[in-house]
C-alpha cells in the first residue's frame, strides 16, 4: 500500500460520551467497551467518582479482551470528539415517586448538559435517558437545536424488553422468540399493542387470555416503580444500560434496527412537535425512518392520550424553569 494512501484510511474508533456517572452510566460505559463498540468518556460533576470507575474498568480491559479506553473527567472539554451523546445525568426515582416528581430538578440538568455536550460535539447524536424520558428527549432537542433526527430518548427498547420478559415467564418460553411492540410515553403512559406481540410469529392473545395479558401489561407499565420498591434506594440500571447499549450499537454499526424509540413526530400518528415512543429506524445518521403502524381507534386515542400527558409536561417544565 502506498504512503499517499495509507494516510486516507480512518484509525479513529468511535467515541461514546455518557454524561452522568451513576449507575446507568457507569454500566453503560461497561456494555459498550466490553462488546468493543466505542471508546468511552464518562462524565460526572462529583470530582473523582468519574475517573475512579473509568480506571476500575479500563483495569478489567485485557480480562475481557477488548481494546476500548474508557477516560474518567469533570470537563466537557474532554468529550471533543464524541460521535454519540447519551445523558444519564438527573435524579433517580425514591419509593413512592413518580417520573414526573423529578420534573423540574432533572429538566435543568438536562438542558445544561445537552448544551455543553452539543456545544463541543455539534455532529453528534444524542440520546436521552434522564427521566421523565419523553419531556427530557423534548427540551434537549429544543436547547441544542440539533436536526430532529439526531435526537431521541431511549424508553421504547427498555419497555419492550420488560414486556418482553414478562411474556416469557407467563409462557415458560425464551425470550429470544418473543416480538413485542409498545407505544407511547415511557412508563406508566407507555401503550402496549398487544396484538403485535408475538412469539415465533404467534400473537399473545392466542396463547393467553385476556385476563393475563391485562395482568402482564400492568405489570410492564409499573416496572420500573417495582425496581425502585425492592431496591429501597434506587432505580433499575442492568436493563436501562443494555437498552441504550443496544441502540448505540445499532448506531455505530449502522444496523438500521427497526426499535422503538421516544422521536419527534411530524404528523405520523396524528400528532406534532413531541417526542414519544414509536418505531423507528436507527443507523449511522440517526433516525432514518418513522413507522406508522395500522392502531384501532382505541389504540390510537390511547397513544394520543399519552403524547397529551407529556406535552402538559413539557408545558411545565418551560413555565417552571425557563427554559
Given at each position: 500500500m502506498?504512503?499517499?494512501?495509507?494516510?486516507?484510511?480512518?484509525?479513529?474508533?468511535?467515541?461514546?460520551?455518557?454524561?452522568?456517572?451513576?449507575?446507568?452510566?457507569?454500566?453503560?460505559?461497561?456494555?459498550?467497551?466490553?462488546?468493543?463498540?466505542?471508546?468511552?468518556?464518562?462524565?460526572?460533576?462529583?470530582?473523582?467518582?468519574?475517573?475512579?470507575?473509568?480506571?476500575?474498568?479500563?483495569?478489567?480491559?485485557?480480562?475481557?479482551?477488548?481494546?476500548?479506553?474508557?477516560?474518567?473527567?469533570?470537563?466537557?472539554?474532554?468529550?471533543?470528539?464524541?460521535?454519540?451523546?447519551?445523558?444519564?445525568?438527573?435524579?433517580?426515582?425514591?419509593?413512592?415517586m413518580s417520573r414526573d416528581d423529578l420534573?423540574?430538578?432533572?429538566?435543568k440538568i438536562v438542558v445544561h448538559a445537552a448544551k455543553e455536550a452539543i456545544a463541543r460535539n455539534p455532529h453528534a447524536i444524542l440520546i436521552v435517558v434522564t427521566n421523565p424520558l419523553d419531556?427530557?428527549?423534548?427540551?434537549?432537542?429544543?436547547?441544542?437545536?440539533?436536526?430532529?433526527?439526531?435526537?431521541?430518548?431511549?424508553?421504547?427498547?427498555?419497555?419492550?424488553?420488560?414486556?418482553r420478559t414478562f411474556i416469557a415467564m407467563e409462557l415458560g418460553v425464551t425470550t429470544g422468540d418473543i416480538a413485542t411492540?409498545?407505544?407511547?410515553?415511557?412508563?406508566?403512559?407507555?401503550?402496549?399493542?398487544?396484538?403485535?406481540c408475538t412469539v415465533s410469529g404467534v400473537p399473545i392473545t392466542e396463547l393467553m387470555d385476556a385476563s393475563a395479558i391485562e395482568r402482564i401489561v400492568e405489570r410492564t407499565k409499573n416496572g420500573g416503580a417495582e425496581i425502585v420498591k425492592?431496591?429501597?434506594?434506587?432505580?433499575?440500571?442492568?436493563?436501562?444500560?443494555?437498552?441504550?447499549?443496544?441502540?448505540?450499537?445499532?448506531?455505530?454499526?449502522?444496523?438500521?434496527?427497526?426499535?422503538?424509540?421516544?422521536?419527534?413526530?411530524d404528523g405520523q400518528y396524528g400528532l406534532n412537535d413531541i417526542f414519544l415512543g414509536v418505531p423507528c429506524q436507527l443507523g449511522c445518521d440517526g433516525v432514518s425512518r418513522v413507522v406508522e403502524v395500522e392502531l384501532s381507534a382505541a389504540e390510537l386515542a390511547k397513544l394520543q392520550g399519552s403524547a397529551a400527558a407529556v406535552k402538559e409536561g413539557i408545558e411545565k417544565a418551560i413555565a417552571k424553569t425557563q427554559l
Open positions: 502506498s504512503a499517499i494512501a495509507a494516510s486516507s484510511i480512518s484509525c479513529k474508533a468511535p467515541q461514546v460520551a455518557v454524561i452522568g456517572a451513576g449507575k446507568v452510566g457507569s454500566t453503560l460505559a461497561q456494555r459498550i467497551t466490553e462488546r468493543n463498540l466505542a471508546n468511552v468518556v464518562l462524565l460526572d460533576i462529583v470530582d473523582g467518582l468519574p475517573q475512579g470507575l473509568a480506571l476500575d474498568l479500563y483495569e478489567a480491559q485485557g480480562l475481557e479482551r477488548h481494546d476500548k479506553t474508557v477516560l474518567g473527567t469533570n470537563s466537557y472539554d474532554d468529550t471533543v470528539g464524541s460521535d454519540i451523546i447519551v445523558i444519564t445525568a438527573g435524579l433517580p426515582r425514591k419509593p413512592g420534573l423540574y430538578t432533572n429538566a419531556v427530557m428527549t423534548y427540551l434537549a432537542w429544543q436547547a441544542t437545536g440539533l436536526p430532529k433526527s439526531r435526537v431521541m430518548g431511549m424508553g421504547g427498547v427498555l419497555d419492550s424488553s420488560r414486556l411492540l409498545v407505544l407511547g410515553g415511557h412508563g406508566d403512559l407507555m401503550v402496549p399493542i398487544t396484538r403485535y425492592l431496591l429501597k434506594t434506587g432505580s433499575a440500571f442492568y436493563a436501562p444500560a443494555s437498552s441504550v447499549c443496544y441502540m448505540v450499537e445499532s448506531i455505530i454499526l449502522n444496523q438500521s434496527r427497526l426499535l422503538p424509540a421516544a422521536v419527534y413526530l
